[in-house]
């Protein structure tokens, strides 16, 4: 059975910084894509960051890009997002999720396997 599994999650002051992990239990855990997700309370959840399965292409949403950073350890099974420069707005629930077919950036509906989630909390 496919898993991923989210840690690094706590809380924090704003401007500074926690790294997420997301440890995945595919079976061919290179050849997806990847992606990162979150949602705060009483909104739907959005787009933060993918990376291609190489690692070699990566998409942010606009409020993430020059803070946050995603990456992959192919031969840890694991992706990262670390997150610099924090605000009280980045507080939310933050997913990972996996495509199997290596194509999903943006699209939640893309994503074909999904972690059960970290909380961040960003204090001001």
């Known amino acids: 059975q496919e898993q991923l599994v989210e840690s690094g999650g706590g809380l924090v002051q704003a401007g500074g910084s926690l790294r997420l992990s997301c440890a995945g239990s595919l079976r061919i855990f290179s050849r997806y894509n990847m992606g990162w997700f979150r949602q705060a309370p009483g909104k739907e959840r959005e787009f933060v960051a993918a990376?291609?399965?190489?690692?070699?292409?990566?998409y942010y949403a606009d409020s993430a890009k020059g803070r946050f950073t995603i990456s992959r350890d192919n031969a840890k099974n694991t992706v990262y997002l670390q997150m610099n420069s924090l605000k009280p707005e980045d507080t939310a629930v933050y997913y990972c999720a996996a495509d199997l077919a290596g194509q999903a950036i943006r699209g939640q509906h893309e994503y074909d396997y999904w972690g059960q989630g970290t909380q961040v909390t960003v204090s001001s």
């Open positions: 990376i291609s399965s190489s690692g070699g292409n990566t």
